[in-house]
């Protein structure tokens, strides 16, 4: 394993490892304005959401790791003390990536990028039409990391509206993951389409699973069994009954009396299909 101090290599060598390794990041497409009424938008992968009460989302426009210049947004930010926050699909990918060229100064990436300035209702700088979601926000905060190139500024803000593209939402108002279509960044220049991997994992909060502990050792220290296996096999309230495992084995009479290793191969496929109840009958049968 490679292992490093950070102090140990370059600030442009660092960056690229930990952004190869803390991977896919949503993206904050942010529009700023400055004091003179200058519109710009630029997009941030350092961006997260970190409340609801009050909702609060932070992205960081870092220091340029290659001069140590400051971003335009960061520079609005501090004159202005608002920002729209505008999430990123697959369809405005492109020109969301057009819009990170280091432009000048007073120049539009509105117009460069070919998006579409929205007036906001609550905060000056535009919205990007575009967008499927759109967060006016009041900028409450802004934490300095250190004043050297890669750095970090924490932009910390209130949304104080939200807008919300009908064609994204599900029947029951939701919005809907498969439908939203957002992209997420990634190292070099790789992108995420985010519905192209999704799969489900059931909370553990919903549940107060058994733990991987409570699992048997034979089955615990399977050699067919990975970690995730025993994650789903965990995660039950309790292991099915012993008249359950037996109705289950005169339904199935095949796995009756099968060696370990079958046994757990069989129970692997039923957890491949999330049907964790029949993977612990398989499991428990004699």
Avoid at 25 to 53: M, Q, Y
Avoid at 96 to 101: A, P, Y
């Amino acid at each position: 394993m490679l292992s490093i101090d950070p102090k140990e290599i370059s600030t442009g060598k660092l960056h690229s490892y930990l952004l190869g390794a803390i991977a896919p990041r949503p993206i904050a497409f942010a529009s700023t304005i400055d004091a003179e009424g200058n519109p710009n938008l630029a997009p941030f992968s350092f961006f997260n959401v970190f409340g609801s009460n009050p909702p609060t989302l932070i992205f960081s426009p870092a220091r340029s790791v290659r001069n140590n210049t400051t971003k335009h947004t960061l520079d609005n930010a501090e004159e202005t003390k608002e920002v729209v926050i505008n999430v990123v699909n697959y369809a405005i990918v492109q020109q969301m990536s057009l819009s990170s060229t280091m432009y000048a100064k007073g120049v539009n990436e509105f117009e460069k990028s070919g998006l579409t300035m929205l007036k906001s209702d609550e905060v000056k700088p535009f919205r990007v039409a575009e967008s499927p979601v759109q967060f006016e926000c009041k900028v409450t905060d802004i934490i300095y990391t250190g004043n050297e190139g890669g750095a970090g500024n924490l932009i910390v803000c209130e949304v104080v509206k939200i807008h919300i593209a009908d064609d994204v939402l599900a029947e029951d108002g939701s919005i809907d993951q498969h439908k939203i279509d957002l992209v997420a960044r990634a190292g070099g220049s790789y992108y995420s389409r985010a519905r192209d991997g999704f799969f489900e994992i059931p909370k553990p909060i919903a549940t107060l699973g058994i733990g991987v502990d409570a699992i048997p050792s034979e089955i615990r220290n399977s050699d067919i069994l990975t970690g995730n296996n025993l994650g789903l096999l965990g995660n039950v309230e309790h292991l099915p009954t012993e008249e359950a495992v037996n109705n289950f084995g005169k339904e199935h009479p095949e796995f009756i009396g099968l060696e370990k290793t079958k046994k757990h191969t069989f129970a692997q496929e039923y957890l491949q299909k999330n049907d964790v109840e029949s993977a612990w009958r398989v499991l428990l049968l004699k």
